[in-house]
C-alpha cells in the first residue's frame, strides 16, 4: 500500500495516503494492549476507559467534546478489542485542525469525572444485559470459555457484568498510565493539506512516553483436558450451535490458508456451508464462519442458526463438513472461488478513507508489512489443496462445541458430540 508520509517517533508511528479526489479526513488511532490485558477482577476495564474519552478532558467538559465534534458533522468512536484500543475519526478535510487537538487531549487528558464514568459504567452494563438475551451471543461466552478459560480473550471486549459494575475511576486513571508506555499508531486518510499534515507530525512527537505500567501481554488460555462442550439452556423455539478452535495470530503463516478456508465455507451463497446446509438440506436460519483478526490465537469458528426439531441433524451435518476440511484436500474450483472471494474482499475493504486508515493502523499496529495483503495472495497462488488440508488439520483437529437451546436438546446433543468426539 502506498504512503504519502511515514513518520516515527519513539514508541508512535504515523502514517498519511493523500486521497486528493476527497474532501474528507478520516483518522484511526490504535493503542497496543487492549481488552485481553484486563486485569481479573477488572475484565472491562480497558473499553470502559476507551469509551469514556469523550466524556471530557482536563481542558474540556463532555458537552463541549460533543458540541465541537457535532457542529462539524464530524463522526467520533472509541472502544477497546482484544488487542488494543481503537479511536476513529471522520470529519471535513477544513475541520481537521481543531478536531485533531481535541482528539490528543482525550488520549492524553482524559477527565474520567465520576459522574461521567458511571453514566457510561450503565451503558456498557446495559449491553452486557442485552448480550445475555441474544442466543448467538450467549453462545459466544460459552466458547469463549471452553477455549480460552480466564486467559485473556475469554470475555468479551465488554467484560464481566459484576466486574464492569465494581470498577472505580481511580482503576480507569491507573489503565490510562499504561498508555504511556504502550505503542501507538496514528494512521489518517484523505485529503490533508501541508497543514494538516504538520499537525499530525507534531501530535505524534508530542506523545512522550510516560512511565505507566505496561499491561500487554495474555493470560494463559484455557488448560488441555477441560471440557470440549457447553450447553446453556434456553427455553426459544430456535437452536444456536458454534464450533470453534482455537488458531494462530494474524501473523503467522498459516493465517492466509485459514483465511481461504474461512471463505470456502461460509463467504456468500455460493460457499459450501450454505450450499449444503441451507441450500440443499434446509436445516439452517443462517449459517457462517467468524475468523476475527488477533494477536495470537484467533478463533476459527462455525455458526448455525436452526430450529428445535432440527437441532441433532443439523449438528451431524456441521460436524461432517468440520470432519471433511480434515480429510479431503479442497478441489481446484473451490479453491479457484475461495481465491477469487478473497481477493475481491481485499479490493472492497479499501474503497473509503476510512477503510484505508483503519487497514493501515490494523497492519502497523500488528507489526506487519504495508504489502502484507498482496504477499499473502501471492503465497496462496502456490498452495493447493492438500496444502490447506495440512493447516486444517494443524488448527482444527480438537474443536470444541457450544449450543444455546431448550434444555430437552442437551442429552440428544451430547450424544451425538460424545460419539462424533470421544468426548464430554
Known amino acids: 500500500m502506498r504512503l504519502d508520509l511515514h513518520h516515527r517517533h519513539q514508541h508512535v508511528e504515523l502514517l498519511v495516503q493523500q486521497r486528493r479526489h476527497v474532501g474528507v479526513m478520516a483518522l484511526c488511532w490504535q493503542i497496543a494492549g487492549g481488552s485481553a490485558g484486563d486485569p481479573l477482577g477488572q475484565r472491562g476495564q480497558t473499553h470502559l476507559l476507551a469509551s469514556t474519552l469523550h466524556r471530557g478532558t482536563a481542558h474540556r467538559d463532555g458537552v463541549a467534546l460533543a458540541e465541537a465534534l457535532e457542529s462539524r458533522g464530524a463522526y467520533f468512536a472509541a472502544g477497546a478489542r482484544e488487542d488494543a484500543v481503537v479511536l476513529c475519526l471522520g470529519c471535513m478535510a477544513t475541520d481537521a485542525a481543531p478536531l485533531l487537538e481535541q482528539l490528543r487531549e ?19 452494563l446495559q449491553a452486557l444485559a442485552q448480550q445475555r438475551e441474544d442466543p448467538l451471543q450467549r453462545a459466544m461466552a460459552e466458547l469463549r470459555r471452553l477455549l480460552y478459560g480466564h486467559g485473556g480473550y475469554g470475555h468479551t471486549p465488554l467484560g464481566l457484568t459484576a466486574e464492569v459494575a465494581a470498577l472505580t475511576p481511580s482503576q480507569l486513571r491507573q489503565a490510562h ?11 489518517a486518510a484523505g485529503h490533508l493539506d501541508e497543514t494538516t499534515t504538520d499537525q499530525l507530525v507534531a501530535l505524534a512527537d508530542g506523545l512522550t512516553p510516560g512511565h505507566g505500567p505496561n499491561t500487554l501481554g495474555l493470560r494463559p488460555t484455557a488448560l488441555p483436558g477441560a471440557a470440549t462442550m457447553a450447553f446453556r439452556p434456553q427455553d ?7 464450533l470453534g478452535a482455537s488458531t494462530c495470530g494474524l501473523n503467522h503463516q498459516d493465517q492466509t490458508a485459514l483465511r481461504l478456508l ?13 450450499q449444503v446446509i441451507r441450500e440443499t438440506h434446509g436445516l439452517a436460519y443462517e449459517v457462517g464462519v467468524l475468523f476475527p483478526v488477533r494477536r495470537q490465537s484467533a478463533p476459527f469458528v462455525v455458526h448455525l442458526s436452526t430450529s428445535k426439531t432440527r437441532a441433532a441433524m443439523a449438528l451431524e451435518l456441521l460436524l461432517a463438513e468440520w470432519r471433511r476440511l480434515l480429510e479431503t484436500p479442497l478441489q481446484p474450483e473451490e479453491l479457484r472461488l475461495a ?22 493502523a490494523l497492519l502497523r499496529g500488528y507489526g506487519m508489512a504495508m504489502d502484507t495483503a498482496e504477499q499473502q495472495v501471492a503465497q496462496l497462488a502456490q498452495q493447493d489443496g492438500v496444502d490447506c488440508q495440512r493447516v486444517a488439520q494443524r488448527w482444527l483437529a480438537q474443536p470444541r462445541l457450544a449450543v444455546v437451546g431448550p434444555q430437552a436438546l442437551a442429552a440428544p446433543l451430547e450424544q451425538i458430540w460424545s460419539q462424533a468426539t470421544g468426548s464430554t
Not at 110 to 120: K, Q
Not at 177 to 187: D, E, F, L
Not at 236 to 242: W, Y
Not at 262 to 274: D, K, N, T, V
Open 106 to 124: 482525550m488520549v492524553q487528558t482524559p477527565r474520567l469525572a465520576p459522574r461521567e464514568v458511571e453514566r457510561e459504567q450503565q451503558l456498557v
Open 177 to 187: 498510565q499504561g498508555w504511556g508506555s504502550s505503542t501507538m499508531v496514528i494512521a
Open 236 to 242: 426459544t423455539e430456535q437452536v444456536v450451535l458454534l
Open 262 to 274: 474461512q471463505y470456502h465455507l461460509g463467504m456468500g451463497m455460493s460457499a459450501r456451508l450454505p
Open 339 to 360: 481465491h477469487a472471494k478473497l481477493q475481491g474482499q481485499e479490493l472492497a475493504a479499501l474503497q473509503t478513507s476510512a477503510q484505508v486508515a483503519k487497514r493501515l
